[in-house]
């Protein structure tokens, strides 16, 4: 026995030392991969908050169709409703917004004109056929998409009790009960963040 | 025109404009198994940037090819996982 070769008993010795070591290596490799997943995991998650404060007829759609997008990248989408912008979720209103004619250098005709009782009205049927003309969503279509996409439409609760609205006047699945805080607390941890 | 991919389903998304055929696509797409490829049909001129886009920017697809004719916009979008 003790001719064996020497080389290799040493060897031997060696890898013991080896196996263990790596072992050992293996397991901390395998314990950092698993925190690096999780960190990645955290990084990949992208996050938007949008705050909506107008609730005209052409200022409920940036939000709502930036929302929706955004959800189909998968990310997580917050819209914190506040103000008129509380209209675009509020189910009776929202299908009755205006775009106001007064004020608006886009519109073809004079703010004297613009004035004049109906306009808002015939400038808000104006606009809602070119929509449906080309093929844009409707506002409630927005809405349920952005719902069904999972994006979390918050109505502020201060503005609620403001414009003595009820809970159940919103659209379901829109939340409520949330203020400014819950909108700074979502806004920090967001990648995006929007004021319209 | 259904060219040499072997499309899972076809999405028929003409006549609509920005954001849904983006949002009927992530829909779409989310109905199917990995390895899956669905065809878009829009006739939105910017669905070209706008699935481009998309797909840069999500994870699990693959934009395969973009054919464009006749107002009609195919996209060929790979669900790779």
């Known amino acids: 026995m003790s001719t064996d070769n020497p080389t290799t008993s040493v060897d031997d010795a060696d890898s013991e030392v080896d196996a263990a070591e790596l072992q050992a290596l293996r397991e901390r490799v395998e314990e950092l991969e698993a925190s690096m ?115 979390d439409l918050q109505a502020c609760q201060m503005t609620i009790e403001l414009m003595e609205y009820d809970e159940d006047d919103f659209y379901d699945g829109v939340t409520t009960g949330v203020g400014a805080a819950t909108a700074i607390q979502h806004m920090a941890e967001s990648d995006v963040q929007l004021l319209v | 025109m259904s060219s040499e991919y072997d499309t899972t389903e076809t999405l028929d998304v003409k006549g609509q404009s920005c954001p849904m055929p ?45 054919v464009e004719g006749d107002d009609l916009y195919t996209h060929y979008v790979k669900k790779t996982e």
């Open chain 2, 22 to 66: 983006i949002v009927k696509t992530k829909q779409a797409i989310d109905g199917l198994e990995a390895g899956n490829v669905l065809e878009v049909v829009a006739t939105d001129s910017g669905s070209i940037s706008d699935i481009q886009g998309w797909a840069d920017g999500t994870d699990g697809v693959e934009l395969l090819e973009q």
């Open chain 1, 37 to 151: 997943a999780a960190v990645d995991d955290g990084d990949d998650q992208q996050k938007m908050t949008i705050v909506a404060t107008q609730g005209s007829f052409d200022m409920a759609y940036p939000p709502l169709i930036l929302a929706s997008t955004a959800a189909a990248f998968g990310w997580e989408v917050i819209v914190f409703h506040t103000f008129w912008g509380l209209d675009i979720l509020h189910e009776e209103k929202s299908q009755d917004l205006k775009l106001s004619a007064v004020g608006n250098p886009n519109m073809p005709m004079p703010n004297a004109l613009a004035a004049l009782p109906g306009m808002d009205a015939m400038a808000t049927k104006m606009m809602q056929k070119k929509i449906d003309e080309n093929g844009t969503a409707t506002i409630e279509e927005l809405i349920d998409v952005s719902l069904e996409s999972g994006v």
